[in-house]
């Protein structure tokens, strides 16, 4: 079995207020394509967010699975069994993080019109300086950040195969985005691990 770096071997991006670890092959290249070859036989729906009022169809594709319901935008997503495949991912990305998680969402960018707005991953669930695990598998997009305060802006791309770590106090001063492109791109797949935390109803 190929052996996977340890968080402390994954190159880190020390940004004002945040902290990233970056891996862009994490996977080697047999593996990524066999895992997004998998990946793509998930049950992959078009689900409605609340969005200034009014709902919207989120343009992308999204599963959910994990131990915890999860909601943001208005939408709750109900918690789906592991799939085999997806525990072994879980347990490969926690070993290099250090960190559990216990679940994980999932984003089918099927073109470049496909995307996801400026938001940060910041819900009550999610708990003080939350870690967020993402894997991506298919055609490269750029991610950018932008800092909430000052607007300075940085960006990366993400290879198939790749493992990008946000933790520290990122999603409290940093917002990040996959940008729609008009530049010719073939189905991403992206998986975000995350620990969400059980509320209280009251909450």
Known sequence: MDLLPLLSSLERIDLADGQLHYQPCFYQTHQSDSYF???QQLAWQQLSIRLYGREVRQPRQQVW?????????GLTLAPQPWPPLLERLKADVERASGQRFNTVLGNLYRDGRDHMGWHSDDEASLGLNPTIASLSFGDSRRFLLKH?????????????????????AT???????VAKTQKPCLPRINLTFRLVLPLNKSN
């Open 171 to 177: 999603q409290h001063y940093w917002l990040h985005q």
């Open 148 to 168: 909430k305060l000052t607007g300075q802006k940085f960006g990366l791309d993400l290879p198939h195969g790749a493992l990008l770590i946000m933790g520290g």
């Open 65 to 73: 699975f994990g131990d915890q319901a999860y909601t943001y935008s």
């Open 37 to 39: 070859l998998a990946l």
